[in-house]
């Protein structure tokens, strides 16, 4: 009965979406029923959808076994949190999540964008509907979560033991918000340009969307690279692998969207520019869409083999992107933006940022899809590795990282004033001076390119809380009473947000150089009671004991972790064997000592010895600190003020 609703309320939505489609763009002769109907039945495929989705959940809450997808992804011990989050831990499931996902952002649009003109609204249900139909036909005719099979296995075949983890239950859908989200970008950009006149004020309206969908893509990045960093046993935050990559394209330009946006709003220049990049922030999202479903990569985020999949995909990707482009030259040629290039100048140095993100996304897309094309132009098999992305990112990412604190501070023209003189110089002298104690405290005598680096960070950290400061500082002073409380309610949340983003990222910076630079490694057998020295922790193993869980066994080793003889904590990495299936999974434990991490995994393990590596990586936390930061500093700019500032 679960798959027999379950299909029928797919092919309702399907229905609802042909006619909402009708409704706004064929039968719009009549604006008032053109919008009524359209808006019902754009509100109908979301409640449809969500109807649906909660079924499927139900059905592997219930382990119904007759269907499927439940089948190949659930079983009967597994726990209930589990059952829940591998609804979306499968190809079909997490495909339902994101038509879900889809028409929640148009039925939001619909319910609360309530002062859009009505032709605009109509075409943005129009666009919207339009990717919901062709995602529902892929779903229904290659990946249909509702299949039935008949006899009903006793039990399943779990879920992918690596997924059975607590980043699982965030980390995916947030990324599915990020990639969603800018659909409803992508349709309000469309609906702009089915316009034969000119539209005002079109960039306040796609605000608040890019912001959800890049804090929402952030945040799942985030999430996605601390589960990789201790679920998979490895200690990397980021290893370049092809999925990744993919998340990251839609990332870059949706950081350029948002600078983009901010001049255009500001200024109404650049117009072209920033319709493009909601074509390219969309268009990014279906690619990486198309790698993990379509069978092309080999990874551990990839759901699908199925080629047929993969050329659905393939298609729909290239007729939205190709439509788009075709009408986007055509309405660039109606409105062209006017050039207000000054080099000292805010908008200058966001068009500099703005080309070197799109630089980035072309050398990573390169080092990404370059590999798949030879393959199947040759059937030659190549992989393009950390070293070619390090090598070829890093000079931009210098490039960004000293550019960004300053265009801020910047004005709109090119007249600068002595506060922002003095600002700069400020910054410049207590960067410096930081970095020369750094070389002397670390370094000494001799020089690593490392400090360099972390100094980037230090940069836009220092240069964003200077330009915090009140904008009436007559005169270089570090007097507490310039300083008071009273003299920052006037920082309104758009200022204090760009800043919070900025520190966020020179942060990451500092965490990344100072985990890679200076992170001590060591790959040894240890015997029972033996202590190994690494930099000035010392970590004691201690043996072996079990520990039973709910449909797995853990075989668990005990350190204890010393700094200068007193003890810090107790450590357990794991074995874990899921009895399902016999997979063995290896599970990290980190020490949290400040911003450093003390991490140890387990290879071999005997009564006597095991095989472990232990890591000490200096100030790692502040990758996340950072990238949590930067989300941060999005929930202030969704705000009209933060309340800690308001008058």
Not at 1 to 27: D, H, P
Not at 56 to 70: G, N, P
Not at 514 to 535: C, F, M, V
């Amino acid at each position: 009965m679960i798959a027999f609703i379950g299909n029928l309320l797919l092919w309702a939505a399907i229905l609802c979406c042909i006619l909402s489609i009708a409704y706004s763009r064929v039968y719009s002769k009549n604006p008032i029923r053109s919008i009524r109907y359209s808006s019902l039945f754009g509100v109908s495929q979301f409640l449809i959808i969500l109807f649906s989705y909660i079924l499927l959940t139900y059905a592997f809450i219930i382990s119904d076994f007759s269907i499927v997808t439940v089948w190949k992804n659930s079983e009967l011990d597994m726990p209930l949190v589990y059952k829940i989050t591998g609804v979306w831990g499968n190809h079909e499931g997490s495909m339902l999540l994101w038509i879900l996902i889809l028409c929640l952002f148009g039925f939001l649009v619909i319910v609360f964008d309530t002062k859009l003109p009505r032709n605009i609204l109509r075409n943005i249900i129009f666009v919207q509907s339009t990717i919901t139909l062709s995602f529902l036909l892929f779903v229904v005719f290659t990946s249909n979560p509702f299949i039935l099979q008949n006899p009903i296995p006793q039990d399943g075949f779990g879920l992918n033991t690596l997924l059975q983890d607590p980043g699982l239950i965030i980390h995916p859908p947030l990324l599915y918000i990020g990639y969603v989200g800018y659909s409803i970008v992508y349709s309000f950009a469309i609906a702009i340009m089915l316009e034969k006149q000119h539209v005002d004020g079109w960039g306040k309206w796609i605000e608040k969307w890019v912001y959800i969908s890049w804090g929402s893509l952030t945040a799942g990045i985030c999430i996605g690279s601390w589960w990789a960093y201790y679920e998979l046993g490895w200690g990397g935050w980021w290893f370049w692998d092809p999925v990744e990559n993919a998340s990251l394209l839609p990332w870059i330009t949706g950081t350029a969207l948002i600078h983009s946006l901010i001049h255009f709003n500001s200024n109404g220049r650049h117009q072209s520019w920033t319709l493009l990049l909601t074509i390219l922030s969309f268009s990014f999202s279906l690619l990486g869409t198309f790698l993990v479903r379509s069978g092309v990569l080999t990874s551990v985020h990839s759901f699908a083999s199925d080629p047929s999949r993969g050329l659905w995909i393939l298609i729909i990707m290239s007729v939205f992107i190709l439509c788009s482009l075709i009408l986007f030259f055509s309405y660039s040629e109606r409105k062209l933006d006017k050039s207000d290039f000054t080099l000292f100048s805010r908008g200058a140095f966001i068009q500099i940022n703005n080309y070197l993100m799109i630089t980035s996304c072309i050398v990573v897309l390169l080092g990404t899809i370059y590999p798949l094309i030879l393959d199947a132009l040759t059937g030659d098999i190549i992989t393009v590795g950390p070293q070619y992305f390090n090598l070829v990112m890093t000079p931009i990412l210098i490039l960004v990282a000293i550019l960004m604190p300053i265009g801020p501070n910047l004005p709109w023209n090119d007249r600068i004033n002595d506060i922002i003189v003095k600002k700069l110089f400020i910054s410049i002298v207590l960067t410096l001076s930081m970095i020369v104690l750094l070389q002397i405290i670390v370094e000494g005598k001799s020089f690593n390119l490392a400090v360099f680096f972390i100094g980037l960070g230090i940069w836009i950290i220092v240069i964003s809380i200077i330009d915090l400061l009140p904008r009436n500082i007559d005169r270089i002073s570090f007097s507490l009473s310039k300083f008071d409380l009273q003299s920052f309610k006037k920082i309104n949340s758009p200022r204090l947000s760009s800043r919070v983003i900025h520190a966020g990222f020179g942060l990451m910076i500092i965490g990344i150089v100072a985990a890679s630079a200076y992170a001590e490694d060591k790959d040894t057998r240890i015997n029972l009671g033996q202590e190994i020295q690494l930099n000035k922790f010392t970590i004691k193993y201690n043996g072996v004991s079990a520990e039973i869980g709910e449909n797995y066994d853990d075989l668990v080793m005990n350190f204890d972790v010393y700094k200068e003889g007193k003890e810090l904590q107790n450590m357990q990495p794991r074995k874990r064997i899921f009895r399902k299936s016999g997979d063995i999974t290896t599970e990290a434990a980190i020490n949290r000592y400040f911003f450093d991490h003390i991490f140890v995994t387990v290879g071999e393990v005997d009564a006597d010895y095991i095989y472990a590596s232990i890591s000490h990586k200096p100030l790692v936390r502040l990758i996340w600190l950072g990238g949590f930061l930067m989300v941060f500093g999005i929930v202030i700019r969704l705000n009209h003020k933060t309340k800690l500032f308001r008058d």
